[in-house]
């Protein structure tokens, strides 16, 4: 079971940090993904993280801007937003993998609530 936290309202500019709980099977994840919709938009991939290791990859829109990490003995892992822009306003969704990692949503197997995070300019 995943719980993503932390979203809100924010002005342009601003930051935000998104936590993403994981509870029950955890010793089967071997990565983690943040993804986000936007309103009228398809799921896109934002930023994942190997649950080992210190493997990341992020989505050309938001690197240099976002930071993907994890606390294995807490189970969690956070997306540190900078630098917010209206763009970003979406719903973000945490998910977890049992094999693989990466960009594609097809990897992950387990999916979290969303969260809603609101950029105004």
């Known amino acids: 079971q995943l719980q993503a936290s932390g979203g809100g309202l924010v002005q342009a500019g601003g930051s935000l940090r998104l936590s993403c709980a994981a509870s029950?099977?955890?010793?089967?994840?071997?990565?983690m993904g943040w993804f986000r919709q936007a309103p009228g938009k398809e799921r896109e991939f934002v930023a994942g993280i190997r649950w080992s290791g210190s493997y990341t990859n992020y989505a050309d829109p938001i690197k240099g801007r976002f930071t993907v990490s994890r606390d294995n003995a807490k189970n969690t892992v956070y997306l540190q937003m900078n630098s917010l822009r209206p763009e970003d306003t979406a719903v973000y969704y945490c998910?977890?993998?049992?094999?693989?990692?990466?960009?594609?949503?097809?990897?992950?197997?387990?999916w979290g609530q969303g969260t809603q995070v609101t950029v105004s300019s």
């Open positions: 029950g099977r955890t010793f089967s994840i071997y990565g």
């Open positions: 998910a977890a993998a049992s094999s693989g990692w990466g960009m594609s949503q097809s990897t992950y197997a387990y």
